[in-house]
């Protein structure tokens, strides 16, 4: 099963158990913000399964936001009661787990998804795409640009070697375990991360030109530089986007296709420990 597959199976499957939890309700005395409350749920479903862990947090605090508003003249008329501050906390936790776990979850259904269909195509440190698969993906891309004038970006991230090359191989590894995780929660789901280099990462964004591809590529470099707490030149990115950088494109996914190998999950600088 692809992921686009279950992403389908994931949202009917909502639809049709939050939409008979919603007619049972309406069988008795309804309460229409509870009602309003079930299909808010729907939204961070379709959030977390369609954009990860980071577009089920933000649809989350969205639906909870909606729900207390609807909730202020219960507020004004009884003020906060222990009642009331059940059904919000509920609402605000089930949002958040569906959300936010809900979008984790998804995020790595993704590659095991993709795994089981083709193990070759996975980097087996990172657990995200290896270098021949996003050379795939961008050769796809490019394709679908040629036929239908679809435009896609690629971000590639750039680790100044120095820091790893202080630490241990393990530790190196849980480094590079680690930002991969960070950039794969910080980007769509529709959007394919890989690892193209010791310390590099590719990120292929359909549908998405330069300007958007900008904002996206500073979003994710200053997310790796804080987890790593590293200065702001030793992460570096460089955007890649269709139509203005078509030949750009060609040229990046030509010296992928041609890597000499996968990304090594035996990853170890000269001078590491």
């Known amino acids: 099963m692809t992921y686009a597959n279950f992403e389908r199976l994931v949202i009917s499957v909502g639809v049709l158990a939050i939409g008979a939890t919603t007619i049972l309700s309406l069988r008795n005395q309804p309460i229409w913000e509870e009602v309003v409350a079930q299909a808010l749920l729907l939204l961070v479903l379709v959030g977390a399964v369609h954009w990860g862990r980071r577009g089920g947090f933000i649809a989350a605090l969205v639906a909870s936001g909606i729900y207390v508003i609807m909730r202020i003249p219960m507020l004004v008329a009884d003020g906060l009661t222990e009642d009331l501050i059940v059904l919000m906390l509920v609402r605000t936790i089930t949002y958040g787990l569906v959300g936010i776990l809900g979008g984790e979850l998804c995020g ?66 849980s480094m590079l375990r680690a930002i991969a995780n960070h950039i794969r929660n910080d980007i769509r789901l529709v959007d394919d991360l890989g690892r193209v280099g010791e310390a590099a990462f590719a990120m292929l964004l359909p549908q998405t030109g330069g300007e958007g591809a900008a904002l996206a590529a500073e979003r994710v470099r200053g997310g790796v530089r804080d987890l790593l707490g590293a200065r702001d030149e030793s992460v570096r990115t460089d955007i890649l986007a269709a139509p203005e950088d078509i030949d750009g494109l060609k040229d990046l996914q030509s010296s992928l296709e041609t890597t000499d190998g996968d990304t090594v999950e035996e990853y170890e600088p000269a001078s590491a420990a």
């Not at 998804?113 to 891309?141: C, H, W």
């Not at 679908?144 to 680790?159: D, E, M």
């Open 108 to 173: 790595r259904i993704k590659y095991i998804f993709a795994e089981l269909e083709d193990s070759n195509g996975i980097d087996p440190l990172t657990k995200v795409y290896n270098v021949r698969q996003i050379a795939r993906l961008i050769d796809s891309s490019a394709a679908q640009y040629a036929r239908y004038g679809t435009t896609f970006s690629v971000i590639v991230l750039n680790l100044d070697p120095a820091l790893l090359s202080p630490l241990r191989k393990s530790r190196q590894r």
